[in-house]
């Protein structure tokens, strides 16, 4: 009688030899293909999203030499990369993606072997596949320790963010370090908000971190979320990036979510977002636009993740939308799933004028931001009623540029024509229920500031601009495209 090792190897042989064709695993024969071959090394087939044992060995943690010594037995698409930064005349670069490939690897004084192979099938996004050739043992063992050991330091890093934010895109989570990068200029001190909220918002976001210990006393579920939501351009992306570059300090790592498509479902992403977060736990999940990307369809699914039929313990969400009306009340009302929320409205006449001033402080010492004086945040808050925080922006960089280029004698001139040294306000003309701007007098001391004059310029013409932009949304109100922000109540000085 045979033994139980020859009649599993007899149905092991079976199975291969009868499997169809088109239903064969590429990366299992390869696999089978790289036993027979290496008799004497253990093989082991990894997934190399969960252990990137070439970045590892990129990051100075392992020495890697792709082997080239015989070009007709590799498999590479060789492609020009184009700089990331043009405007300092870099040039590009030209590398390979390995369809078929092999290293020679070492780590912690043991050489490996390495196999890298890329699966591309019809309707399915390429799938790398990685095996790890190691010396066999002197007895036969299903795993090798050498082996595993690597597995387990290479996936330590791969899933440690190293001045990385994961940003969900198409089919799994990427490491952003541009996205990163692009936020560390990012502060508190940039969020203008009323004080009293501003607060609130630091305590239930960094707060929410240092407080496990205070909600395991209470029995409390250690898990929060947090909508910010409020018309376009009133700061809600600058929180979010004030917060992850806070977190970042402390060690905290951020998710980014903006879709949930992917080629296998908007279920399948869900599920795998959420996986990713209870891993990397205690870290900030966001939600970007969360209105559009919870659809009727899938709002069960979210849900239920959200509620946490598995732990969400450490996780604090995010979600941002610039429509609170159109998000399901049962995202929107219910606390426990999202349990504060903040409104980010457009800056009443208090903020804009520190908003003025923190552009004041900016401006110090700079050409450009000559003339601008203390007593201009005041008339500036006034001038910009009406103004989102984007558009008060906007009218301070216009106007910069404006004065950098030499544009001062036209902005004179426009001043002239448009009421002889007088300032302009919104107000609201109820008749017609059309804001316009109206005159007022500018104070002596500032009827020959250049720097105003140009500002007063480009604030009529930024002014023009929303006019025209409300303009088409009310029509793709009337056309039932989208729903207009409401406007803001102005009332006359």
């Known amino acids: 009688m045979t033994s139980l090792q020859?009649?599993?190897?007899?149905?092991?042989?079976?199975?291969?030899?009868?499997?169809?064709?088109?239903?064969?695993d590429i990366a299992f024969f390869t696999h089978n293909y790289i036993r027979q071959t290496h008799p004497d090394h253990h093989v082991t087939r990894t997934n190399p999203a969960r252990a990137n044992l070439l970045a590892y060995a990129a990051a100075g943690h392992a020495t890697c030499t792709e082997e080239y010594s015989n070009p007709d037995i590799i498999d590479t698409i060789r492609s020009y990369i184009p700089t990331n930064r043009p405007f300092d005349h870099q040039e590009g670069s030209v590398v390979d993606q390995v369809l078929f490939g092999r290293w020679t690897y070492t780590w912690s004084s043991t050489t490996f072997t390495l196999y890298s192979i890329t699966s591309h099938e019809p309707g399915v996004a390429p799938i790398e596949y990685l095996f790890i050739l190691t010396p066999k043992l002197s007895s036969p063992s299903l795993h090798h320790p050498k082996t595993d050991a690597l597995l387990l330091a290479a996936g330590t890093w791969t899933n440690t963010l190293h001045e990385e934010i994961y940003v969900w895109d198409d089919n799994g989570w990427v490491k952003d370090s541009a996205l990163f990068q692009s936020i560390q200029q990012s502060s508190w001190d940039d969020i203008i908000l009323p004080v009293s909220t501003k607060d609130s918002?630091?305590?239930?976001?960094?707060?929410?971190?240092?407080?496990?210990?205070?909600?395991?006393?209470?029995?409390?579920?250690?898990?929060?979320?947090?909508?910010l939501h409020g018309v376009p351009g009133n700061g809600k992306t600058a929180t979010i990036k004030a917060l992850i570059n806070s977190l970042a300090k402390k060690d905290i790592p951020s998710l980014y979510v903006k879709q949930f498509d992917s080629c296998r479902g908007s279920k399948w992403s869900i599920k795998k977002i959420f996986a990713r977060a209870r891993e990397m736990?205690?870290?900030?999940?966001?939600?970007?636009?969360?209105?559009?990307?919870?659809?009727?369809?899938?709002?069960?699914?979210?849900?239920?993740?959200?509620?946490?039929?598995?732990?969400?313990?450490?996780?604090?969400?995010?979600?941002?939308?610039?429509?609170l009306s159109r998000l399901d009340p049962a995202i929107a009302k219910r606390p426990s799933r999202f349990d504060r929320k903040y409104l980010f409205e457009l800056p009443d006449l208090a903020t804009r004028v520190q908003y003025a001033r923190y552009w004041r402080r900016k401006l110090e010492g700079k050409e450009a931001g000559k003339g601008f004086e203390e007593g201009l945040c005041q008339l500036i808050g006034v001038l910009t009623e009406g103004f989102s925080f984007a558009y008060i922006k906007e009218l301070f960089v216009s106007t910069l540029l404006a004065i950098v280029r030499g544009q001062v004698q036209t902005a004179e001139e426009e001043d002239d024509e448009s009421g002889s040294g007088k300032d302009v306000v919104v107000v609201e003309k109820e008749e017609e229920?059309?804001?316009?701007?109206?005159?007022?007098?500018?104070?002596?001391?500032?009827?020959?500031?250049?720097?105003?004059k140009v500002l007063k310029v480009q604030a009529r013409i930024l002014w023009e601009q929303m006019e025209s932009a409300d303009e088409v949304e009310k029509e793709k109100v009337k056309t039932g495209v989208v729903g207009l922000r409401k406007p803001p109540v102005i009332k006359p000085e």
Request: hydrophobic residues 40%; proline residues 3%; contains cysteine.
């Open 433 to 452: 229920g059309k804001r316009v701007f109206k005159d007022v007098e500018t104070p002596e001391e500032f009827k020959e500031n250049i720097f105003w």
């Open 201 to 227: 918002l630091i305590s239930d976001t960094i707060g929410f971190f240092d407080s496990r210990e205070i909600y395991q006393s209470l029995y409390l579920s250690f898990k929060r979320g947090i909508i």
């Open 6 to 24: 020859e009649r599993h190897k007899q149905v092991y042989d079976l199975w291969v030899a009868t499997a169809k064709p088109d239903r064969r």
């Open 281 to 323: 736990a205690p870290c900030l999940l966001i939600f970007e636009d969360l209105d559009s990307l919870v659809e009727d369809k899938l709002r069960s699914y979210f849900l239920n993740e959200v509620d946490g039929l598995e732990s969400n313990e450490g996780i604090l969400m995010i979600g941002s939308t610039n429509h």
